[in-house]
């Protein structure tokens, strides 16, 4: 088999090198790798053993606990997805040659982005490109940025509040917190609301793992008002739900509430606090690659109906007169 040119001069790395490695990576053990390659534990160690003999430095460092990649480790790892991503490419002229008849979309996103916006927006874009097929995963910010990072997801949808520099953002906006609840609720009239009036009143949260309850607490913790959640959950639409119809008030960011909103009784009011009250969204791609077509088109797209939220401000939009889909170039 041909080998690729590697990261350092005249050091050659093959494939079965690649993939070995970077799935040892991924699973911090040869046995494992082993086992889930279905390739013997030796032929993975020698291939690494290889590797580091050629390029003269450690590549993992070895714990009790598993391998994990040592600096050097970390390099090849980048150029190694890079080069093991880089073979879509030929797919990816081959899909654009056929007008996108064909392709695959792998989407990594926060539950926020899940259960409304993206499947709406799948759903749409598939009308003009009804061979595209998508897989999404949904797992926190940190688990998305990830995936992308090592290639596991073409896109990541996530929120935060700093830009993280390993990744590309594609596109990124605000996503303040607003409060949920049902449109005869007693609060629902307001312009805004603040922790003092929510605090009045029933309130489920997220757990304390995400992003929207982390500010949520920090704004308490600045304003001095202690908000007990007479319901926490790690479920979204349980807190929708309980919203809804329980007379309980749920805490969002602005695209999960205009998106929801237009679909269920609800009432979406901006948070008026003293602290901080905005986190950013992202759309993720992996840093340096190209994206196979489909991909490529999907984000284009993605940004067009994140433009028109942003445009929208606090008004809910109306999710069947979503924008088109962009056409693909000839």
Known sequence: MRGRAGPAG??????ASLRYFLEVVRVGSIAEASDRLNVAASAISRQIAKLEAELGTPLFERRPRGMVPSAAGELLAQHARRTVLGAEQVLTEIRRLKGLERGLVRMGCTEGFATDFLPGAIGN?????PGIAFEMQVSTPRVITRMVREGDVDIGLSFGFVPDPSVHVEFSGSAPLMALMAPDHPLANLPFVTLADIAAFPVGLPSEDTTARQLFDLACGVEGIAVEPVLTTNYMAGLWR?????????????ITAMSRISRFRLRALPLRTKAPNER?????????????????VFVAYLKAQLSRI??????????AERAEPPLQKP
């Open 10 to 15: 005249g050091v050659k790395v093959h494939d």
């Open 125 to 129: 874009f598939r009308n003009t490109y």
């Open 242 to 254: 309980f919203a809804e119809v329980a007379g309980g008030i749920t805490m969002t960011g602005r």
């Open 280 to 296: 950013r969204y992202e759309i993720q791609t992996m840093l340096g690659r190209i994206l196979p077509e489909a991909a490529h």
């Open 310 to 319: 942003e445009r929208a401000g606090d008004q809910p939009l109306d999710l």
